[in-house]
């Protein structure tokens, strides 16, 4: 016994195959979703990444500022001294330079400060981090840690 079915009187054979526009709507605030998502996890990575090249650019700097007042006796008056040779000193006197390249600005785009203290030998460099502002949460170092 063979049973035949007639296509036609299938339910639904009579619709056309397709998406509807709720279907698109709803993979498209899918996709919309995970690509907020994934650009939100992108940019933290990126500040993440730019706090740590900062940090290891300041310490590259100081171990510099600790290697010129090993030669000269006394730190440096100012970040570019590493660099070229200050004025007031032959370049024997001087021994430098220190870096290979002149002093870069922060990872966003804003100048270093810098300190030293002869007395205590503390040499303090700092980047005011993504917000410009000094003395914030985003500074690097942070101000909290020490």
Sequence with gaps: MRIRRNDKSVAGSNR???FTLLELLLVMAILVVLASLSTFAILNLQQTSLQKTAFMEIETLKKACKMYKLNVGAFPQ?????HSNPTGLTRAQWGGPYLEKAIQADPWQRQYTYSADPNSGIVTIRSAGPDGQADTEDDVPDPQAG
Excluded at 78 to 82: A, M, R
Aim: avoid cysteine.
């Design 16 to 18: 056309n195959s397709g």
């Design 78 to 82: 100012k970040l570019d001294d590493l």
